[in-house]
């Protein structure tokens, strides 16, 4: 589903298509087949589980949180919605910075200056749907807006930390794209060679480890992954894609994953074990990307999308 609807239908919407489309298909599979039985652990040890039917309404309620955030970044990713969104006093100039910087040979054919804008259209972005989708869902289970705004304030403070790694990552990869660094750093990394692909990848990899989002990755490396693969001749969009794809295996060794899933799973203070026992799957996956991202470069690379 991500190949058809990114190759023939919208870019903007790949992983909330695909995602629902396989959780349907989860659904059809599991009302062809099912498990003779179900395996538990109980104080007693292992047992047979019984099942507990549940009513269509309590269902849509369980799974409301999901459905309306799904349906709200639809929407806000159509061109047509995305486009009313966005107020055109909310996005300025950066009066300092604004095209005072200039792209030079090699990086760019001519001097070319680059733009600083400030956007502030935050009612366009897809955390504001899920936002609204988590304070409709409430609302449908009855939780008094007094309370969630308490447990807004309570998850807030518990994520401050992941909050503020992530801000000045970001802050770090304007300072290094404005200061030329990432362009200093993308040609260096052009001594890799024909091998560049596969330590690519293990940069997009890093880059989510170190911010905890694919986008944070590709804003802190995304301008080098193009000026090295420009200037090796591999093509920029697959770099970019593999920017991605390698970062998405370092998700599960990022702060704000581990801290989550401490703190789902009632491990608080046990960070430290969680990152050992999936750090060795995390860089084995995006060793495998990488190799996958070599093969597209030289065995198949027509297959990669033009600019």
């Avoid at 200056?113 to 897809?126: I, K």
């Avoid at 690519?200 to 590709?218: E, R």
């Amino acid at each position: 589903m991500q190949f058809y609807w990114s190759n023939f239908q919208d870019p903007g919407l790949v992983d909330i298509v695909s995602a629902i489309f396989s959780l349907l298909v989860m659904v059809v599979f599991l009302k062809i087949w099912q498990p003779s039985h179900v395996e538990t652990v109980t104080e007693g040890g292992a047992g047979l589980s019984t099942r507990h039917p549940h009513s269509t309404r309590r269902v849509l309620q369980g799974w409301s949180p999901f459905i309306l955030s799904s349906v709200f970044i639809f929407l806000l990713g159509l061109q047509a919605v995305n486009t009313q969104l966005k107020f055109a006093p909310l996005t300025f100039p950066l009066a300092s910075l604004h095209n005072r910087v200039l792209k030079m040979p090699p990086v760019a054919a001519a001097p070319t200056p680059e733009a600083a804008e400030m956007d502030l259209n935050m009612l366009a972005l897809p955390g504001t749907a899920v936002f609204l989708g988590a304070f409709i869902a409430g609302g449908l289970f009855g939780v008094p807006m007094s309370t969630m705004i308490i447990l807004l304030g309570a998850t807030i403070r518990q994520l401050v930390p992941s909050l503020m790694a992530i801000s000045f990552m970001f802050g770090l990869a304007y300072i290094t794209r404005y200061a030329g660094m990432d362009t200093v750093m993308g040609l260096t990394m052009t001594r890799a060679g024909w091998s560049y692909p596969f330590f690519g990848t293990l940069l997009g990899w890093l880059g989510v480890a170190l911010t905890g989002t694919d986008a944070g990755s590709n804003a802190l490396f995304g301008n080098l992954q193009r000026v090295t693969a420009e200037q090796l001749h591999v093509s920029p969009v697959l770099m970019a894609a593999a920017n991605s794809a390698g970062g998405v295996m370092g998700k599960m060794i990022d702060a704000q994953s581990i801290v989550v899933s401490s703190v789902a799973t009632q491990q608080e203070g046990k960070e430290a074990a969680i990152f050992k026992a999936v750090f060795p799957h995390s860089i084995t996956l995006a060793s495998l990307v990488g190799v996958v991202v070599l093969v597209y470069a030289y065995l198949w690379p027509g297959v990669v999308p033009g600019p």
